[in-house]
């Protein structure tokens, strides 16, 4: 309840900044504002105070200041069209300067008292992308880019989106070991997200789940280090290894302590959740065949090799590899297909970073092998890991469901419309689903009767990790909060300039909605996150307001600077025909990033 407060008060607030500004300089220049408005629309609440009417409206999209003289035909001398031009430009960038100061203000503030920010700390990588093939490691601390100095998660983000065409950027980079080093990398555009990439996220820590109303796992003083018996050596060995504990949906140990030399055993056991039961035939994609093997490992794998298992451990993908090296005996051996014949080799002893940052796996062409996990359907029905589904599917008098199979994602989608049509009674409650499957030529049919399972749920979660940053005195906190906000200012600029070149697709603009969203977040982590991401707003709103756009205050600016330069005015016809066009611009821009807002909410 409180964040959601905090979200509207932000919200408001940085309305009433800006409006304000204009307010203060339109009274210092001696012009009546008849209307100080949040909001547009009809009038929900408000007063009167001399001149001017303070008004809440219905419409929460912004707010206006209404002047005397605004529409050109003011007759006194608090009129706006009465005023020089010097001070009508300071009446419409008043705005614009308040939304600066405010930022200019508060972020060093923030510095000085410490704001919890995402820790530049690179999270799971994608093989194959510009950070793979950089040699960046899960775990790497970023500390700078390009001689810029990064605070946040988001700051490596922008820097990397925001970059031009082609360019290398040169990254300071801490391994986990402390260790320094240079990299460099050229990021790769990502069509689905519309911008420049590394293909990395941010660092998650392993927490409680705040929704768990039972007693905690592990103290605060405490930290899980280990699972199953496998202790981690880094947040890699742990996502991965937690994943496949929780994919197995039983029960597991998680070793938790002080330190890693001061553990305990505490068994962690998934709940089923009530009414999420889903049909499920108990078989995983195979992503085994290697597309580059690079490093030591270069020498053991080549391109078009298939990763079959460790000490016969069948393995499904590379993070499933990892955890069958991690869980491995010493003297393991490793089994792959190589021109159709396995070659089984002792295991190398790699870590779990230089393996990751050495292999890129892909599924194999042509219909998609399957990993059969024990005891369910699949197994049941006699299917074994490494067949190539070809066929899944029912076809009766009265309902025909699914066909080839090209793809992986193809099988849920069936096994989807298999549960819904038994659930409405268009299937029997017995039915079975057809399965053509097999390896090396050898197709079989398969009869699979799939099971209902219902997801469980487990006291832990992942949360992005965080830290307080934080400046000892006063001036590093000044220095840090400039240089800061000067990049904030940079951002918003190039944001601004890579959506009118297409460098950036137009699908990431956000109204309203997402704004809303993205505060409430941010209310979520404190007071002090909140104030840090109003702040980057208000940089935001003062450089779309510099813009010259009409209908905008960055339109009035640049008709003010043509009348200051030229000595006369830009004419009223010219003036009139630019705000219409900037008024019906503005309204498209407005339900366009409203459809995208929308859009989002039920993706």
Not at 199 to 227: C, H, I, M, Q, R
Request: aromatic letters at 10%; one cysteine or more.
């Amino acid at each position: 309840m409180l964040s959601l407060f905090l979200t509207i008060f932000g919200i408001g607030f940085l309305l009433f900044i800006h409006e304000g500004g204009h307010f203060l300089a339109a009274r210092a220049a001696g012009v009546r504002v008849d209307v100080f408005s949040l909001g547009f629309g009809p009038r929900l609440w408000g007063f009167k105070r001399g001149d001017t009417d303070y008004r809440l409206c219905a419409i929460p999209l912004g707010g206006y200041v209404k002047m005397a003289g605004e529409d050109g035909n003011g007759l006194g001398s608090d009129a706006l069209n009465r005023k020089s031009p010097a001070w009508r430009f300071l009446i419409y960038s008043g705005g614009i300067l308040m939304n600066f100061l405010f930022a200019l203000i508060v972020i060093p503030i923030l510095f000085r008292v410490g704001v919890p920010l995402q820790s530049p700390v690179l999270g799971p990588i994608q093989a194959g992308s510009a950070a793979w093939e950089a040699g960046l490691q899960e775990g790497d601390r970023v500390l700078s880019i390009d001689e810029r100095k990064l605070h946040s998660f988001s700051d490596l983000a922008s820097s990397v989106a925001l970059s031009a065409e082609n360019t290398l950027l040169i990254f300071q980079v801490q391994s986990a070991d402390g260790t320094r080093r240079e990299v460099s990398a050229m990021p790769h555009y990502d069509e689905a997200r519309g911008f420049p990439s590394l293909g990395v996220g941010p660092a998650f820590d392993l927490v409680l789940n705040p929704e768990y109303s039972g007693a905690p796992l592990w103290a605060k003083d405490e930290t899980p280090w280990g699972l199953n018996g496998v202790f981690f050596q880094n947040t890699l060995e742990m996502r991965v290894l937690l994943q496949e504990a929780l994919l197995q949906q039983k029960p597991f140990e998680l070793s938790v302590g002080p330190s890693a030399d001061d553990t305990r055993v505490v068994t962690v056991t998934p709940t089923p959740l009530p009414d999420t039961q889903q049909f499920r035939l108990g078989v995983f994609r195979m992503r085994h065949e290697v597309v580059q093997a690079r490093g030591p490992v270069a020498d053991l794998l080549k391109p078009g090799d298939l990763l079959l298992s460790v000490n016969a451990r069948s393995v499904r993908d590379l993070d499933d590899f990892l955890v069958a090296c991690l869980q491995a005996s010493p003297d393991a051996t490793l089994t792959f297909r190589r021109d159709g014949k396995s070659i089984t080799v002792a295991l190398p002893v790699f870590s779990s970073l230089q393996w990751a940052s050495a292999l890129q796996l892909k599924s194999p062409s042509g219909a998609p092998g399957i990993q059969v996990l024990p005891g369910h359907a699949a197994d049941l029905a006699g299917l074994q890991t490494g067949d190539r589904v070809q066929w899944l599917g029912i076809q009766t008098p009265s309902i025909s469901l699914g066909g080839t199979i090209t793809r992986f994602e193809e099988m849920p989608e069936i096994l989807a419309a298999f549960q819904k049509s038994v659930e409405s009674g268009a299937l029997p409650a017995d039915a079975e689903l057809r399965c053509l499957a097999g390896h090396q030529g050898n197709v079989q049919e398969y009869f699979l009767k799939p099971e209902a399972t219902a997801t469980h749920s487990v006291p832990l979660g992942f949360q992005v990790h965080q830290e307080i940053v934080q400046e000892k005195n006063l001036f590093a906190a000044f220095s840090t909060g400039l240089s800061q906000a000067r990049s904030m200012v940079q951002d918003a600029a190039l944001s601004m300039k890579r959506l009118v070149t297409g460098r950036i697709s137009a699908t990431n603009m956000g109204g309203m909605i997402t704004i809303g969203r993205a505060t409430h977040s941010f209310a979520q982590n404190g007071l002090m996150s909140l104030l840090f991401f109003l702040s980057l707003i208000s940089i935001h709103l003062a450089v779309l307001n510099l813009m010259p756009i009409p209908a905008l205050d960055g339109g009035h600016l640049f008709f003010l600077l043509f009348e200051i330069i030229f000595r006369r005015p830009v004419s009223e016809r010219i003036q009139v025909g630019f705000q219409t066009m900037g008024f019906f611009l503005l309204l498209g821009l407005l339900f366009f990033v409203t459809f995208l807002d929308i859009q989002r909410l039920f993706s």
